[in-house]
């Protein structure tokens, strides 16, 4: 018999908190402006079958890193490096998991197969090593999203505008890149290295890679929210969400700004900006822009579909 812990455990291993990362499968039910029930349903289905398999993957790192999350300050309470998790019945879950993934997303569509199938074998080798080459790394998470992105439009395997597509891709990077921040800040301050990838990383070079990518994330949207002249949304009347994908990468950045990081520490000790999908969950500031961008996206697609 299974001891009810064991479910608990099983539980945080999958780390359903890290699904609010596959929200993004709804960003081209958005961006392209279908609000057909139809492919809403779809689109919560391919979301399913990447909160599985991205489970799936969280799961095998846990496995592989078992070893060095002992060293960590948080991440020695995981299941599988705190021992709470027999290690046999993780290699188990991960197996079984892994082919639910599979079956279900070649049931749904093909096209959904292909993106879930691709998306594991990239964080497979993401696992295995890339993981450990600077650059490759933060380019693994954000191919991630563009293959969820992907999974998003596979309902009629009709491809959005490519400035959507790249949008994801930066907003991406620049959550690795910030992510590998915090990260490394952590490293200097303890002087235990939880990744080795942070030895080849320099603050100085993550906030020229973060200035980069966050501009070019910008001017992606802005040509995106042009409209049909640019190839991109198919109204102009999307220029009006930009204040909130502004307001939202400045908030981010406030966040991780090493003195105001120091004072949040000290009012907030639980907080810190190392997990994106935390600060989407925690704060308020990014919260409201991520709802007025939703608000307003909804207001010019009803608005298109009325007067179009």
Not at 144 to 159: E, N, Q
Not at 168 to 189: D, H, N, S
Not at 274 to 281: G, H, S, T, Y
Request: hydrophobic letters at 45%.
């Amino acid at each position: 018999m299974f001891n009810p812990k064991v479910f608990k455990e099983l539980y945080i291993v999958s780390r359903p908190r890290q699904w609010t990362k596959n929200l993004i499968i709804y960003a081209a039910f958005l961006f392209t402006f279908k609000f057909e029930f139809s492919y809403f349903i779809f689109s919560t289905k391919a979301f399913i079958c990447f909160c599985l398999i991205s489970s799936t993957i969280y799961t095998l790192n846990d496995i592989f890193d078992r070893n060095s999350d002992r060293l960590h300050n948080t991440k020695k309470h995981r299941p599988i490096a705190s021992g709470k998790l027999p290690l046999k019945l993780a290699k188990i879950y991960f197996f079984f998991i892994l082919i639910l993934s599979f079956s279900l997303s070649l049931s749904i569509s093909k096209l959904l197969f292909c993106s879930i199938l691709s998306y594991f074998v990239i964080q497979l080798m993401y696992c295995l090593g890339l993981k450990r080459q600077p650059i490759l790394d933060i380019f693994c998470i954000a191919i991630g999203f563009i293959l969820r992105a992907v999974a998003g439009i596979s309902f009629d395997g009709v491809l959005p505008s490519h400035w959507f597509l790249l949008s994801l891709g930066l907003l991406a990077l620049f959550l690795a890149i910030e992510k590998r921040k915090a990260e490394l800040r952590t490293t200097i301050t303890t002087g235990v290295v939880t990744r080795q990838v942070l030895l080849r990383y320099s603050l100085p070079l993550l906030q020229r890679l973060e200035s980069l990518v966050a501009c070019s994330a910008f001017m992606s949207y802005t040509l995106w929210s042009s409209g049909p002249s640019l190839n991109g949304a198919s109204t102009s009347w999307m220029l009006l969400s930009i204040p909130f994908v502004l307001v939202g990468i400045f908030r981010y950045q406030l966040l991780s700004d090493p003195e105001e990081f120091q004072r949040r520490k000290k009012t907030f000790p639980n907080k810190n900006t190392e997990n994106p999908e935390e600060i989407l969950l925690t704060d308020k500031g990014i919260q409201l822009s991520i709802i007025g961008w939703l608000v307003t996206v909804l207001l010019v697609g009803i608005s298109s579909k009325f007067y179009s």
